[in-house]
């Protein structure tokens, strides 16, 4: 073993036998007591405040268990309603007219669409009262020549109703 | 029953005296590694609080002080990555000044040993600088280091290596310096 190497491996070694003493131990280790004193306490507060009308450890988990399982279903169904939006929305879709022919756009695209030709900027932020009143005048009368055309109406619904992956209805 | 097996079932008599037998050692683990009093304080006080709430999970004929020991490499390898802490040699010349005077050969009090391990480890990286110090002085294996890092076991390898090449550098510049 060279100079270098024994003079590195003396210090590691003095280093690795010292025996260290904490200054001031007493006052950590009062502290570490109150301090995990109160850890337990604000634990045992939150329960207690939950469950302060029972004592019934059977009860308590019934209830920790129903809850647990309200927020799966509740998380399942979320997912469920996420899945048939994005279904109807694909299945709606717009025409296009230009200079190049007509286009299908799909609903999802719709808000892309407005911004890019409608001067609408968002479906969130509207640039002005104008362009809202613009929207809704288009809405009613939609829903007007929906009401003057049951059968359309009653096909728009049925066809909205079933999805097969293909858009059919032009709005 | 035993020292842990009190701990789970709450005794708090016996977590105060499991505190005061591994304080010592605990805190200076974690002076070696932060290099700052206040800092290995609060990691420590920290880990007993974890410890102390998860003393379910604790195995009942095992030394906890290994556990704790994971506990406070964790926090201060955390520590040492938020701050990116990487102190300059210039930076402790005054440190190293007491140390010449100190004489390694003679007592140092825990602070003093202290300023010894920063001053050698002060140019070394986070990585290189927790590596070294848990796999020479605390003697962690190199899977030990893996599991209360979450170092790889190829970094651990390779950063020991850089860092011990570093530290020997040093030594040898130290001894060289004393002996002029």
Redesign the interface.
């Known amino acids: 073993m060279d100079?270098?190497?024994r003079?590195?491996k003396s210090?590691?070694d003095?280093?690795?036998d010292?025996?260290?003493?904490?200054?001031e131990?007493d006052a950590?280790?009062n502290?570490?007591?109150d301090?995990?004193?109160t850890?337990?306490k604000n634990?045992a507060n939150f329960y207690s405040m939950v469950f302060s009308w029972t004592k019934n450890p059977a009860v308590r988990y019934s209830l920790t268990g129903a809850a647990a399982a309200f927020l799966i279903l509740f998380a399942i169904q979320n997912a469920v309603l996420f899945d048939r939006v994005r279904k109807v929305e694909s299945q709606i879709s717009v025409q296009q007219h230009n200079t190049a022919g007509v286009s299908n756009i799909k609903a999802s695209q719709i808000e892309t669409y407005l911004k890019k030709f409608g001067g609408v900027n968002s479906f969130s932020g509207f640039a002005d009262d104008a362009d809202i009143e613009a929207l809704l005048k288009q809405n009613m009368e939609l829903k007007k020549f929906l009401d003057n055309h049951p059968e359309i109406k009653e096909m728009v619904e049925e066809e909205t109703s079933v999805y097969d992956g293909i858009p059919k209805i032009s709005l | 029953m035993n020292i842990i097996q009190r701990i789970k079932n709450g005794d708090?008599a016996a977590?105060?005296s499991f505190?005061?037998d591994t304080?010592?050692?605990g805190?200076?683990l974690a002076?070696k590694i932060t290099g700052d009093?206040a800092e290995a304080?609060d990691v420590?006080?920290d880990a007993?609080?974890k410890m102390?709430?998860k003393r379910a999970s604790l195995h009942d004929n095992k030394d906890a002080y290994p556990w704790l020991s994971k506990v406070i490499v964790n926090k201060c390898y955390d520590l040492l990555r938020k701050t990116k802490k990487m102190n300059s040699v210039e930076e402790y010349n005054e440190q190293a000044l007491q140390l010449e005077s100190a004489n390694?050969s003679h007592h140092?009090?825990?602070?003093e040993?202290a300023v010894?391990?920063r001053m050698?480890t002060a140019g070394l990286p986070p990585k290189q600088k927790i590596v070294l110090i848990l796999s020479?002085?605390e003697?962690f294996s190199n899977i030990e280091i893996h599991d209360a890092t979450g170092i790889s076991m190829n970094s651990v390898k390779t950063n020991l290596m850089l860092a011990?090449k570093k530290?020997?550098q040093l030594?040898?510049n130290y001894?060289a310096e004393a002996k002029s």
């Open positions: 100079m270098e190497n003079e590195y210090l590691i003095q280093i690795k010292f025996q260290p003493q904490m200054p131990k950590f280790v502290q570490v007591m301090e995990t004193a850890s337990a634990q | 708090r977590f105060r505190v005061t304080a010592d050692k805190y200076f002076l009093a304080q420590l006080q007993y609080v102390w709430e390694l140092l009090d825990t602070m040993m010894v391990i050698l020479e002085i003697g011990r530290i020997q030594v040898k001894y």
